[in-house]
């Protein structure tokens, strides 16, 4: 059996390795490198190596961090999958990756079992949702029920939803749309109502999962 293959970049090599020791005992899965930061992962697509089936992308490194090495995948690799997989937990990260690429996040403390699933997930279903991205959704008990809920928005709030999802705070968004921000306060609940989501985290993953716009 083919195995799916794998490249690591993580800018601490202590735990690149040992996350290589523990894929190498899965049957279905094999490391092809393990890389220090976002750069030499260009590198090493520029030297026409192996294509792996999914890249492990840690987010805060050197040279290169996670969110630029998302940016240049999206520009010169656009089919190439990556799991975000770091220590990084607020929400402003895992926006900003998602909106750059990624297929998924993970936390690094995830359990073995799981963290196998998920590579499972992205590779042959093209996304994941882990922790705090789940707690984003887990008010809405059937996602597939959400496809139409941005039907119910108006005007307003579909250019609030579309600010939302960028890295504007609420105070910018307020002064972009020219409004006061207790009326951006109630936009944002409104949206979140109708949405059937939580977070910002949610909101992009909505938009994401329905090609609303770019983001």
């Known amino acids: 059996?083919?195995?799916?293959?794998?490249?690591?970049?993580?800018?601490?090599?202590l735990f690149a390795q040992s996350l290589e020791s523990l894929i190498s005992k899965l049957e279905k899965y094999e490391?092809?490198?393990i890389l220090k930061n976002g750069k030499e992962l260009t590198q090493y697509f520029k030297h026409k190596r192996r294509t792996p089936d999914l890249i492990l992308l840690d987010v805060k490194m050197p040279v290169?961090?996670?969110v630029q090495t998302m940016q240049w995948l999206k520009k010169n690799k656009p089919d190439q999958k990556a799991l975000a997989l770091t220590m990084e937990?607020?929400?402003?990260?895992?926006?900003?990756?998602?909106?750059?690429?990624?297929?998924?996040?993970?936390?690094?403390?995830?359990?073995?079992?799981?963290?196998?699933?998920?590579?499972?997930?992205?590779?042959?279903?093209?996304f994941?949702?882990?922790?705090?991205?789940?707690?984003?959704?887990?008010?809405?008990e059937d996602l597939a029920e959400t496809i139409n809920l941005h039907e119910k928005?108006?005007?307003?709030?579909?250019?609030?939803?579309?600010?939302?999802?960028?890295?504007?705070?609420?105070?910018d968004i307020a002064e972009e749309m020219h409004l006061s921000p207790k009326t951006i306060e109630n936009y944002r609940e409104a949206v979140f109502?109708?949405?059937?989501?939580?977070?910002?985290?949610?909101?992009?993953?909505?938009?994401?999962?329905?090609?609303?716009?770019?983001?």
């Open 31 to 33: 490391v092809l490198a």
């Open 89 to 126: 937990d607020d929400e402003e990260t895992i926006i900003r990756m998602l909106r750059s690429g990624a297929k998924g996040y993970l936390l690094k403390d995830i359990h073995p079992e799981n963290f196998e699933f998920a590579m499972k997930m992205v590779i042959e279903q093209g």
């Open 193 to 215: 109502k109708k949405l059937e989501v939580k977070t910002r985290v949610g909101l992009v993953i909505y938009c994401i999962k329905n090609k609303l716009f770019v983001v």
């Open 1 to 13: 059996m083919k195995k799916k293959t794998i490249v690591i970049v993580d800018d601490h090599l």
């Open 153 to 171: 928005l108006t005007d307003k709030e579909r250019i609030f939803l579309k600010y939302a999802c960028s890295e504007l705070t609420y105070k």
């Open 128 to 140: 994941y949702y882990s922790g705090k991205i789940e707690s984003a959704l887990r008010n809405s």
């Open 64 to 66: 290169m961090d996670g």
